[in-house]
């Protein structure tokens, strides 16, 4: 009896992901100067230990103003990558593989945690007193109550993309099996893509080509340095949440962009580049993304990643099996559950119950609990 989709193995390049639950990047807010540390590892060593097959670090930062808070990871210097390096050893010693979010929060950086109010960060609130002038396309703040971005020149530009490279090599020598771009959730990629955000007058500004430019020339360059050998991924916010913004066309546009560039898979999400909403579906309904990832692997012919509210492992095979997506990312879910991918296996093949290598020594407690014996 074959498993179910979800979790069968799926090649990407020379990886082998040994099912297609993975963990969505997640920002912990705990770091101090960019550096991961205890947290991080017990954070994501128990996705690991819970059997998923790709454990995604959280949004990383390609530069100290890239953050998004100062409690933020970086992979800018070499005792963020010794810390990295560390984490990576153990996930993998657990069997999963292991993938990095580059980032940079452009006019959404220097903010609080979200358990301080979120917003933008007063240096009293922040974590070391740190805060900083954020850079962005055009200067234009998120939305009111946020400061006013210095627009960035073609040297910030350059420089930026050059971080990025320089981050994803530091990635490498961390020994990361799957890097992503970050170009979701209204960060500066984002902004670059979204009108709303992208007012520049320069060839980086005005039609779409124009708006893709700089993010692709970023994907490409990262590209060129992340081996042929593994796997690059590239988040978008696959619409912008507004009206007159970012659109499911311009998406299956960018798509094949990045399909060209040797772009792996596309992990479609949404929003981000406002607070609004308006073209975003309802986010309490399971799946509320998968059309996107669906449509985009559709026309682009690229896999993609599902994720929002996935749940329900029925859903979550369902979504494979039907080829929406090609690997479904999981985040809430999974922090109530880091078991979850070892539970949704049984449900979906009972036949195999009892069979989950349960983390030890948890394994036997779990097992124990579930199914005393008779
Ligand atoms: C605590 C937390 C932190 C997050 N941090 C990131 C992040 O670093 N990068 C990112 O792209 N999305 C981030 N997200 C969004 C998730 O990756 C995911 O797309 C979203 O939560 C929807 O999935 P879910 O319904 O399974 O939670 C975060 C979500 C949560 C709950």
Redesign the pocket.
């Known amino acids: 009896m074959s498993a179910p989709a979800l979790f069968q193995p799926l090649q990407l390049r020379e990886l082998t992901l040994k099912n297609r639950v993975v963990v ?5 807010y705990s770091a101090d100067h960019g550096v991961p540390n205890d947290w991080h590892l017990v954070h994501l060593g128990r996705f690991a230990l819970g059997g998923a097959g790709l454990v995604f670090a ?2 990383t930062a390609v530069e100290p103003e890239g953050r998004i808070s100062a409690a933020d990871t970086g992979l800018y210097n070499d005792e963020q990558q010794a810390a990295f390096t560390r984490i990576v050893r153990f996930l993998k010693g657990q069997g999963a593989a292991t993938a990095i ?1 580059l ?1 940079h929060a452009g006019r959404k950086a220097s903010t609080r945690a979200p358990w301080l109010g979120g917003g933008p960060a007063r240096a009293e609130q922040a974590r070391n007193g740190e805060t900083w002038r954020a850079r962005a396309p055009s200067a234009l703040p998120f939305t009111e109550g946020y400061p006013v971005p210095h627009e960035l020149s073609r040297e910030d530009m350059a420089q930026i993309k050059a971080s990025f490279v320089a981050s994803a090599q530091r990635a490498l020598a961390a020994d990361f099996d799957v890097l992503e771009v ?1 170009a ?2 209204g960060y500066l990629l984002t902004q670059f893509l979204s009108p709303i955000s992208n007012r520049r007058t320069d060839e980086y500004g005005g039609d779409r080509d124009a708006r893709m430019r700089w993010p692709l020339e970023v994907t490409a360059e990262v590209r060129a340095v992340w081996p042929a050998s593994r796997p690059l991924f590239v ?1 978008i916010s696959a619409v912008d949440g507004t009206e007159e913004g970012w659109s499911l066309d311009d998406s299956v546009a960018f798509g094949h962009e990045l399909r060209e560039l040797g772009v792996d898979a596309i992990d479609c ?1 949404s929003g981000g580049v406002t607070p609004s909403t308006a073209t975003i579906p309802d ?1 309490k309904q399971h799946g509320y993304q998968v059309t996107f990832a669906q449509r985009i692997k559709r026309e682009v012919g690229v896999p993609t990643m599902a ?5 329900d492992p029925e859903l979550a095979n369902a979504i494979v099996q039907g080829g929406s997506a090609d690997l479904v ?7 109530d559950d880091p078991n979850w991918p070892l539970h949704a296996r049984e449900q979906l093949q009972p036949e195999t119950l009892g069979d989950a290598a349960y983390p030890l020594p948890v394994g036997y407690a779990v097992k124990a609990l579930k199914r005393p014996p008779r």
């Not at 969505?24 to 912990?28: D, E, G, H, R, T």
């Not at 994720?307 to 749940?311: C, N």
């Open positions: 969505s990047p997640m920002c912990q959280e949004a979010q980032a970050h979701a959730h988040r999400s986010p994720v929002g509210r996935i749940t990312a999981l985040a809430r879910t999974l922090l």
